[in-house]
């Protein structure tokens, strides 16, 4: 079946302009992660959705990153007034509910400011 | 204390050879547990849940120890294409079940 889809899957940009990176996760899963990665680096948590609870935003950097999740389903990740310091890959991850569920990540939005 | 902690390595192995590493979680009422693979510039991968009573995939053994709060990965007759970054994620416990990844153990198998 389809797996978690990520657009786009490169994104070069300029500092000072705003970026929305999406993510579609696998059907009925209603979990979603995002993540980023900068070259070398381990995973940085960035928010969390968990059906219709409150969004866990406890990752977010700074109030220029903003992440929203539509009917259950596709989110959105935002950044402001990108800085080149935001360069890095954006993985998104969602999760059928159970314990013993894991996590599909997709495959990834690289974001590079210039 | 970080919530998963993780050994950053590098391990360098020779091939043919045995290698384990752990992972310790700070959150008693965790629920769940697995191991996951990144290769380099990829996404992260599951390689295998663990469950309480140890599990066994191929070369691949997981193990729980609850008492100690450390699971465990082993991996024999280690192969070149193990060379990977292994990632150790907890799930919370009931009514807070995000999963937490470790910083991931970098392993390298040496010809």
């Known amino acids: 079946g389809a797996g978690v889809s990520q657009s786009p899957s490169n994104k070069v940009t300029e500092k000072g302009k705003d970026v929305e990176l999406r993510c579609d996760p696998i059907?009925?899963?209603?979990?979603l992660y995002w993540y980023r990665q900068s070259l070398g680096q381990g995973l940085e948590f960035l928010i969390y959705?968990?059906?219709?609870?409150?969004?866990?935003k406890s990752g977010l950097p700074s109030d220029r990153f903003s992440a929203e999740r539509t009917g259950g389903s596709v989110s959105t990740l935002t950044i402001q007034r990108t800085q080149q310091e935001d360069s890095a890959v954006y993985l998104c991850?969602?999760?059928?509910?159970?314990?013993?569920?894991?996590?599909?990540f997709g495959n990834g939005t690289r974001l590079t400011v210039t | 204390r970080k919530e998963v902690e993780q050994d950053p390595g590098p391990f360098n192995v020779p091939e043919g050879a045995t290698v384990a590493f752990n992972c310790t979680y700070s959150?008693?009422?965790?629920?769940?547990f697995f191991w996951y693979r990144q290769d380099c510039r990829k996404e992260p991968k599951l390689l295998m849940s663990?469950?309480?009573s140890g599990n066994e995939d191929g070369r691949f053994t997981a193990q729980l120890n609850r008492a100690s709060q450390y699971i465990s990965l082993l991996i024999r007759d280690s192969k070149l294409s193990d060379s990977a970054t292994y990632l150790c994620?907890?799930?919370?416990?009931?009514?807070?079940?995000?999963?937490?990844f470790g910083t991931g153990t970098r392993l390298t198998i040496i010809p």
């Open positions: 991850a969602s999760s059928h509910p159970g314990t013993n569920s894991p996590l599909h």
């Open positions: 059907s009925g899963h209603t979990a």
């Open positions: 959705f968990q059906g219709n609870s409150a969004p866990d």
């Open positions: 959150n008693s009422a965790s629920q769940s």
């Open positions: 663990v469950y309480s």
């Open positions: 994620v907890v799930r919370g416990n009931f009514g807070n079940e995000k999963l937490t």
